[in-house]
């Protein structure tokens, strides 16, 4: 180990309330981090997921990456708007905040106290039901609508009581066979609350998450799937998690807008790995 140490801060993300929404770590000052030490340090954190911010570059982008303690990951939601709340709010960056990734050019514009996240879509094709997924999920009795993006898969219940009442077997829940390059599975239904346009929950135990509690990415694929659906292109979302998360949600084409707070709970210093 070196004497050199990693600046981190601990955020909530997609809530305004501490310890609830989604923690995300990020971590700065990284220059000449290598990605086993990322990996190792998002392990050490065991959070959802980690952020590695770059320094600003050439026209004023920063290349940004996430890390969960398994693996890295293409594109993370929460991770991105605590990356972007780090930057605004205690480090004294200027907005718009704009990072470069593996899933290309991500914005986030202040709107008020909340954070726009400008990412792309995900619309997703209603496909059959993977062998032993419903099983897995314990929604078997469920009447059920499976459909799959390139990153998330849905599958759409009749009732929010039915996404609250899924108990998912993890250990087989994992072992089910999705469609090429889908990290997890977000189960959805129409919102019970006025208010409220639709609810989900997000399981991803092949990247090792089994139960996210807010998840950005996978409202890049439930955005353009409900705008559909109820014929609206802004909506509320709620992610129905033990510790729960809102969401608003817009549809813009081959962009959905995610505008959410967050809030930082800690911050410290992280020992370097080699």
Known sequence: ??????????????????????????????????DQAMARNAGEMNLSETAFVYE???????????????????LCGHATLASAHVLL??????????????????????????????????????????????????????EAVFAA??????VALASE??????????????????PDGVMGVAVTAPGDDAGVDFVSRFFAPWVGVDE?????????????????????????????SARGGALTVRERGDRVELVGHAVTVAAGEMVRPR
Request: glycine letters at 10%; aromatic letters at 6%; hydrophobic letters at 40%.
């Open 89 to 142: 709010r205690e480090r004294g960056a200027a907005g718009p905040v704009r990072f470069h990734s593996l899933s290309g050019p991500l914005t986030v514009h202040e709107e008020g106290d909340r954070l726009r996240l400008d990412f792309p879509a995900n619309p997703p094709v209603e496909g059959p039901m993977p062998d032993r997924l419903a099983e897995a999920l314990r929604i078997a009795g469920a």
């Open 212 to 240: 996210d509690p807010v998840t950005g990415v996978a409202h890049t694929t439930l955005t353009p799937w409900w705008s559909a659906v109820l014929g609206r292109r802004e909506m509320e979302a709620r992610q129905r």
């Open 1 to 34: 180990m070196t004497g050199r140490k990693i600046p981190y801060y601990t955020v909530d993300a997609f809530t305004d309330t501490p310890f609830r929404g989604n923690p995300a770590a990020v971590c700065v000052d990284i220059d000449g981090l290598s």
């Open 149 to 154: 993006s390139g990153k998330v898969a849905l």
């Open 56 to 74: 600003e570059g050439d026209g004023g982008s920063r290349r940004l990456r996430w890390f969960t303690p398994a693996v890295e990951v293409p």
């Open 161 to 178: 009581d039915e996404v609250l009442s899924a108990r998912p077997d993890f250990g087989t829940l994992g072992r089910v066979v999705l």
